[in-house]
C-alpha cells in the first residue's frame, strides 16, 4: 500500500501564492504517477495535473502558467508538489494527491483545503 499526505493548503489572497505537498510513503518503489485533483463546492472533482516516475509532467492546459509540479531532491524524491501561483477565487476546493501504484491501483489522500478570498 502507499500513503500520500498532502499538505501546505489554508487562506489566500487573490493572487497570491501557494505551494502544496504531497508525501508518499510505503510501496513507494511501485509509485508509477503521483497526480493532484481539485474539488470545488458543489462541483465534480477534477484533474490538476500528475508527474511520473520519469519525470513527465502534465498540467492542464487551463492552469498552465500558474500551476506547477515538481519532485522533491534526494532525499526527498517521494514528496511532490504543487506550486500555485497568482490564485483566484475560482482555484477555492480541496486539492487531493493521488498515487498510480503497479499493479495495485490508484490511492488518494485526505485532502487538504484551499481557500482564495480577500
Known amino acids: 500500500q502507499v500513503q500520500l499526505v498532502e499538505s501546505g493548503g489554508g487562506l489566500v489572497q487573490p493572487g497570491g501564492s501557494l505551494r502544496l505537498s504531497c508525501a508518499a510513503s510505503g510501496t513507494v518503489g511501485r509509485l508509477y504517477k503521483t497526480g493532484w485533483y481539485r474539488q470545488a463546492p458543489g462541483k465534480e472533482r477534477e484533474l490538476v495535473g500528475s508527474i511520473t516516475i520519469d519525470e513527465q509532467i502534465n498540467v492542464v492546459d487551463s492552469l498552465k502558467g500558474r500551476f506547477t509540479i515538481s519532485r522533491g531532491a534526494f532525499p526527498n524524491g517521494n514528496t511532490i508538489y504543487l506550486q500555485m501561483n497568482n490564485l483566484k477565487s475560482e482555484d477555492t476546493a480541496v486539492y487531493y494527491c493521488?498515487?498510480?501504484?503497479?499493479?495495485?491501483?490508484?490511492?488518494w489522500g485526505q485532502g487538504t483545503q484551499v481557500t482564495v478570498s480577500s
Open positions: 493521488t498515487g498510480l501504484v503497479t499493479g495495485l491501483g490508484t490511492y
